[in-house]
């Protein structure tokens, strides 16, 4: 259960017909990159003081043969949020994931990028770009790794000497290797141990409080076990610490805040398995409550999270790869979040970031998509309103309600709308007409307001139900409503 913490500041938000503030966006303006972009960043890559972008590509329809032109696009920024023409920096190996940092620390930030070698008797490389300043960049060195399959990489300070190090994270044989830097750009391969089945992510934060950066893992096919935390003594040196999960696996994107604004990094985690945000609060000591669930559409993917209504408290955006859309989810200021909107972005999103590229004061969107080739950026158009005692506000819901689904019959799918009149512990379970539970849908504690929720009609293992009724259950506190739908294929 998150924990409940009055509020004390001044509150800003929209008056957008409930309770949590509203963060808008505007349609997203596309720019071409390579062939089948995948992971990118964001950074000031020419000294201009505005987010650019660094973007790999590979045609994997060529795999296992490597691609001629596989490598990073780099785009620019013009100062306002618009892009030029991304420059080309062809590899010919395999560049899944890519960050950045000042790894030579002349004040330039440079790029590393772990390269995927399909040669089974070749391990994973990292390599490392030098910037000249003007977003030019150069190989400066590549180191073999004891990784396959890498699937993420971070920057991070490791061992306390302020040189941005570096993790990265193997698929295939479950391994994460730290590089430490030696203030020079040059890396030392430090040390490597195995987390979890089948790695897909890595989070860098202090999550015991001890002021050391530690290490989250998400394992895709553990799903007792799916999130392996290990803590780091301030030498790089790992120590696992806890396994969480509850059940579940599938967890492709991973952040750490403080979302209810207690001291401790929380993590947040998109878990396609499911079709779901999910959260685990911390106690402060790299233990975690219980997960609490949020729907949101289908396949989510990558996760992003910022203050995208301007009210002090992260909010969550997030890909859902297979509706070609990004979902919005705001905090209520204690740990809590409301489904706000969705923008379609184009054909297959897959990671995202958050800057503000404008330079307006707001954090926008970058979003890369896989199918269409391109990256779309999304301008944040939030107007604020402070209330104060002569501000009309809005009324809350007077009663308990469950209101039928819509559509309904529904293929496959359907959003539940309830109104809570005050803070309330949500459960809302999917059952079948002989009374067996399908999907359990939503667990959290909401405040009050008008409410909604979205089943795309699978059950908790992610399999499509069967034509037919069945019954929606929403409990909150002593009350109980039920309501049925109809599913037609």
């Known amino acids: 259960m998150l924990i409940a913490r009055k509020l004390t500041v001044t509150l800003l938000i929209l008056f957008a017909g409930s309770l949590a503030s509203a963060a808008t966006f505007d349609p997203p303006v596309k720019y071409s990159t390579g062939e089948e972009p995948g992971a990118f960043c964001s950074a000031d890559f020419d000294g201009d003081g505005h987010p650019d972008l660094a973007v790999t590509h590979q045609d994997w329809d060529l795999l296992p043969v490597m691609d001629p032109n596989s490598g990073v696009s780099i785009l620019l920024n013009n100062g306002d949020g618009t892009f030029a023409s991304a420059v080309e920096y062809a590899i010919g190996d395999c560049p899944t994931v890519v960050c950045s940092g000042d790894f030579d620390h002349d004040g330039d930030i440079d790029l590393a990028a772990s390269m995927t070698m399909w040669d089974e008797n070749k391990k994973d490389s990292l390599r490392i770009w030098d910037n000249d300043g003007n977003g030019v960049f150069t190989l400066m060195a590549s180191y073999e790794s004891t990784l396959k399959s890498s699937r993420d990489i971070c920057a991070a300070d490791f061992n306390g000497d302020t040189y941005d190090d570096l993790a990265m994270a193997g698929y295939a044989n479950d391994t994460v290797c730290i590089f430490l830097n030696d203030g020079a750009g040059a890396f030392t391969l430090d040390t490597s141990f195995t987390a979890g089945e089948s790695i897909m992510r890595l989070c860098a934060s202090d999550l015991n409080s001890d002021g050391n950066c530690d290490l989250a893992v998400t394992s895709t096919w553990d799903p007792a076990n799916s999130i392996w935390i290990f803590t780091n003594d301030g030498s790089a040196d790992f120590t696992l610490e806890n396994q969480i999960g509850g059940g579940y696996a599938g967890f492709s994107g991973i952040c750490a805040s ?187 504690e909401l405040p009050a307001g008008t409410h909604n929720v979205a089943w795309n009609g699978t059950n908790d293992e992610g399999i499509p139900v069967a034509t037919g009724v069945y019954l929606c259950r929403l409990k909150a506190g002593d009350q109980e409503a039920i309501k049925k739908m109809a599913l037609l294929k």
Do not use: W
Not at 282 to 288: I, L, Q, S
Not at 313 to 339: E, K, P, R
Not at 343 to 350: F, L
Not at 424 to 441: C, E, F, K, M, P
């Open 258 to 444: 403080d979302i209810n604004d207690d001291g401790d990094k929380d993590l947040v985690l998109a878990d396609q398995s499911i079709d779901m945000v999910t959260v685990f609060d911390n106690y402060g000591d790299a233990t975690f409550a219980d997960m609490v669930f949020y729907p949101v559409l289908t396949m989510p993917y990558s996760i992003s999270m910022a203050d995208f209504d301007s009210d002090g408290y992260d909010d969550v955006a997030v890909t859902c790869h297979t509706h070609d859309t990004v979902s919005i989810l705001i905090n209520d200021g204690d740990g809590g979040f409301t489904l706000d909107s969705k923008y379609e972005v184009c054909t297959r999103p897959i990671f995202l970031n958050s800057e503000d590229y404008d330079g307006d004061g707001k954090v926008d969107l970058a979003v890369v998509n896989t199918a269409s080739n391109d990256v779309a950026i999304l301008m944040n158009t939030t107007v604020l309103t402070a209330i104060g005692e002569d501000t009309e506000t809005f009324s809350l819901p007077d009663k308990f309600e469950l209101r039928q689904n819509y559509p309904n019959p529904f293929n496959p799918f359907t959003t539940i709308g309830f109104d809570l009149p005050s803070r309330s512990g949500v459960d809302i379970t999917i059952y079948n007409i002989s009374g067996q539970a399908v999907r359990h849908l939503l667990n959290a």
